[in-house]
């Protein structure tokens, strides 16, 4: 999906600004998973990880996010 959003220049925000305030508003919300949110702010899951807690906030991690990390490491062969 691509969403075009005019604002006004006095704002000074970079695409990658915006990029991460939704992915991390999304994530606090319970809208999106941790992985979710790293994909649309353009970061890696660890860099989102440092940002969300340098800023204070809970990283809820459940049991099926743990389970799907596991698959993803025995798909890489890592497990």
């Known amino acids: 999906m691509q969403i075009t959003i005019d604002l ?3 704002l000074q925000f970079t695409e990658a600004d915006l990029r991460t305030e939704l992915a991390i508003a999304l ?3 319970d809208r999106v998973t941790l ?3 790293s994909k649309i702010a353009a970061m890696h899951v660890m860099d989102f990880q440092k940002l969300i807690s340098d ?3 809970c990283i809820h991690y459940d049991v099926e996010e743990f389970q799907q990390d596991v698959q993803h490491l025995q798909e890489r062969g890592w497990l």
Do not use: C, L, T, W
């Open 35 to 37: 992985g979710s949110a």
């Open 8 to 10: 006004p220049d006095s």
């Open 27 to 29: 994530f606090q919300q």
């Open 55 to 57: 800023r204070g906030i």
